[in-house]
């Protein structure tokens, strides 16, 4: 079984930034592909960006320029370096592991709050 663990959110101010990690248990990591999604109040959960074992990185069009995900496989985290925080990016974050081995599996971490408020 693979726990993730989220750190790094919190209150900051609008142009602000932040970096967010989230450490992997387990031995799957580097075979894995990690994503960070986000959820808003009232909104549904949505993309924010993935990277692929071979660090091939996608992200959503609203962070594009701001937002850099990263992997340390050697300290089975990643991360999600954020700059230029709005408060359109207030939501709780979430890191995702999806692994496909014989069959696709998702976990999910607890998730970590960012406000970005002035």
């Known amino acids: 079984q693979v726990q993730l663990v989220e750190s790094g959110g919190g209150l900051v101010q609008p142009g602000g930034s932040l970096r967010l990690s989230c450490a992997a248990s387990?031995?799957?990591?580097?075979?894995?592909?990690m994503g960070w999604y986000r959820q808003a109040p009232g909104k549904q959960r949505e993309l924010v960006a993935t990277?692929?074992?071979?660090?091939?990185?996608n992200y959503a069009d609203s962070v594009k320029g701001r937002f850099t995900i990263s992997r340390d496989n050697a300290k089975n985290t990643v991360y999600l370096q954020m700059n230029s925080l709005q408060p359109e990016d207030t939501a709780v974050y979430y890191c995702?592991?999806?692994?496909?081995?014989?069959?696709?599996?998702?976990?999910w971490g607890q998730g970590t709050q960012v406000t970005v408020s002035s």
């Open positions: 995702k592991l999806t692994v496909q081995i014989f069959a696709r599996r998702d976990y």
């Open positions: 387990g031995s799957i990591f580097s075979m894995s592909t």
């Open positions: 990277i692929t074992p071979g660090s091939v990185t």
